[in-house]
């Protein structure tokens, strides 16, 4: 059992004290690594909490464990296999590095192909994926694809029909190209979606609609027996899991609708915080120092929740991204052992888009009562072009509600007054370019791990998702009865 002793007696300082006890506090607790500024100075980590966390890290073999990670040893211990998202941007063992380097190559051949017409007339792409298969690629077209459109790509994940058909409103069938992407090529969501995109074409006389469809998945004999040419199935490794899986050919509208190019700099960009996460000491490192910050409020404060705001269009849904990828990951009870953790795990992930946020959920953070660590998530650079200085407002506005949450204000009046001492950290980028977001998300991804290894949980299954599936598809095949409640929902909905 970790001992979180040390950690737990830590002194519990205000934020306002720390800064006035500690002239190099700001020193301390910034870094900057691969064009992102990262400041936890208005957290209340310290020296000493860092090297508390250190010497629980050390406990829990976060530098053995990360090794195992990024040398491609089963680390996903409940299903009996390796990890190696990172081999994806070449940082990994050397076969697998090879083996995703060369399904690199294939997507790319596709795409020329592709580009040259080969496929026929291509404007628009439909992507059908759901979770990791569709919230990565989603994230980045949505971040990146604002100037230079390519093709027009529609991310749908939703069973519900009403998605697909706002897309096919707008898209024309014969031009139309559609990538099915699912790692098991088994989801029921995903398949559905992709016979109603095959319909479709079929009832607007596309000549041979399955000669435009495209795979991404690791299991490609399935995809065959779907239907879909082997040619234009773009596998990827069994190690790679879903919610991780936007660096490889999942990112496929990434790579087309961006161009090769980004794409490459986004892989660039990852690998670099790859390095960074894999050298760095504990105390300059930011995957590490972020996680220490995570499990500071969640299991000495008692946080269950917090909340990343971009403050910044482009990434609006990064805080839905995050969200796959730390609930489903340390959403879990059990240790990678399978004994209970007996502590808390993952914080409930939640969060928005600012300004829009300030004059809807704001109020809680400053006056209600509960601690929600707030992440702001910032760049320095304009998306916009406007005359009038938005983007100005929009940084000075994050910066501002982080130095309100921290100070406060005391008033007479109880209902005016702002106790104050409310953390958050700040992720300043340069710039949101393909290089600086893929290093970014390679942060998040490193930090739900440190977060595992600590709670000595195993990140990578999500075994919690099963159960409601299965149920699902009794109900589909109309077998068995199961509560009163839901019986009677069914009975309401169907007859
Ligand atoms: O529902 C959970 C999940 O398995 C996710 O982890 C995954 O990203 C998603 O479903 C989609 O799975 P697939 O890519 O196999 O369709």
Redesign the pocket.
Known sequence: MADWSKIEALPSSKLTELFAGDPDRLATLSLDVSGIHFDWSKTHLTRDAIAAFAELAKAQDLAGKREALFAGAVVNVTEGRAVEHTAERGEGKPESVAIAAASHARMRALIDAIEAEALGPVRHILHV?????ALGPHLLVDALGREDKRYDVAIVSNVDGVALEDVFERFDPAATLLVI????FT?TE?MMNAESVLQWMTEHNVEDPYGRVIALTAAPQKAMDWGVDETRILPFAESVG??YSLWSTIGFPAAIGLGWDKFEELLEGAAEMDRHFRLAALHENAPALAAFADLYYTQVRGAETRAPFAYDERLRLLPSYLQQLEM?SNGKAVTADGQPVGRPTAAITWGGVGTDAQHAVFQLLHQGTHLVPVEFIAVIEAGDTLAEDHHKALLLNAFAQGAALMAGKQVEDPARSYSGDRPSSTLLLDDLDARTLGALIAFYEHRVFVNGVLLGINSFD?FG?ELGKEMAKEAAKGGGSFDPSTDDLIKRAFG
């Open positions: 994926g759901i979770g990791g298969s992407a699912s790692k098991t989801t995903t879903g919610r489903e999500q998702v």
